[in-house]
């Protein structure tokens, strides 16, 4: 097998091309701070969060400071067709977890976010502990109106690295969400982060196999980094764990890109941290610098997404059907 078509000129499959494929033009993300909170800071799940989470939950801090969603979509909006012309959006409901909050809330902010003509999808980033099936039939409905996205957070198939970290929930609860989502058009996409405390190469690759077994539509990998005021700045400062230069984060990604299925569409390769609030490492900053060397990385292997993925037995059965069918 060949470098497969859908990945354009990149030797993985970009988000950017996918939704491309889909619309016929640029698809852009607009970052959502809806004033959300998360179960695992507020004590209903567990407190203080994620050891690594800073203080705006992943997200841009627009809600704290004072800036309304409709001002934060409007504004994505304009700056999106500044720099790109003629493009259309998706609403990323990034900040904490946003299916946190009775159905009514949740419906009035998704439909808020939909007003806008040029807004054509969703993207839903949560936790899978906060996915019970009425959330689900809810976001079901929204699935049949526009493109769709569920962003579950894994970070780790390790329950071990998971409890560590703070997560609040195990496997078995990412992959029952999962398993309860599936069937409903939603496209799911989890988060995974490499380089956690204590992590060997071989686990981060067992976290990569079992993405891969569960046949989801996407993928964000991110670096661990380390933010001000954090649990993980404080065991960081005693020197109690280290984290990953930038060589052997980009030879880690590649060797996870390497075990996913060649139509998993790659939402994100690095975490772009916030300035204002890193610690380390320095070149978590560096975004577009990680990606090009990932490019390089790939293409000196002359390798790819996939090129070492093979389909369990009861996918290849479920392929073998389809062509049946077909
Ligand atoms: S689940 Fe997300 S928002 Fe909640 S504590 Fe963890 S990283 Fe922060």
Redo the contacts with the bound molecule.
């Keep these: 097998m060949g470098i497969p078509d859908l990945f354009g000129e990149k030797r993985y499959r970009p988000l950017s091309r996918y939704l491309r494929e889909i619309f016929g033009c640029r698809v852009q993300k607009i970052p959502l701070d809806a004033g959300f909170t998360?179960?695992?800071?507020d004590g209903r799940v567990g407190l203080g969060?994620?050891i690594?989470?800073g203080p705006r939950?992943?997200g841009t801090g627009a809600y704290e400071n004072g800036v309304p969603l409709g001002e934060q979509i409007r504004a994505g909006i304009e700056s999106g067709k500044r720099r790109f012309g003629k493009c259309k959006f998706i609403a990323y409901f990034q900040?904490?977890?946003n299916t946190y909050a009775p159905a009514e809330r949740l419906k009035s902010l998704y439909d808020e976010a939909l007003r806008h003509q040029e807004v054509v999808g969703l993207s839903i980033g949560t936790?899978p502990d906060c996915a019970p099936d009425e959330v689900l039939e809810l976001l079901e409905e929204y699935a049949r109106r526009c493109h769709f996205w569920v962003e579950y957070?894994l970070q780790s198939a390790h329950d071990y690295t998971l409890e560590l970290i703070n997560?609040?929930h195990d496997i078995a609860q990412f992959v029952d969400a999962v398993e309860r989502t599936k069937g409903r058009g939603i496209n799911i996409c989890a988060h995974v982060i490499l380089g956690l405390p204590g992590e060997t190469k071989e686990e981060m690759m067992a976290t990569a196999d079992l993405v891969a077994s569960l046949e989801l539509e996407g993928i964000k990998i991110h670096s661990l980094y380390v933010l001000k005021g954090t649990k993980l700045a404080e065991i960081y400062q005693r020197g109690e764990f280290r984290l990953l230069e930038l060589e052997e984060y980009v030879s880690l990604v590649c060797d996870f890109l390497e075990r996913l299925p060649p139509d998993m569409v790659i939402q994100r390769l690095t975490g772009e941290a916030p300035r204002d609030l890193l610690v380390a490492p320095r070149w978590s900053r560096e975004k577009m610098a990680v990606l090009g060397k990932i490019d390089t990385e790939l293409e000196q292997r002359g390798s790819y997404q996939g090129i070492e993925w093979r389909p369990s037995p009861i996918q290849e059965r479920t392929k073998c059907l389809d062509q049946k069918t077909i």
């Design positions: 998360c179960p695992n800071r969060g994620c690594y989470c939950g992943s900040a904490f977890t936790r957070g997560r609040g």
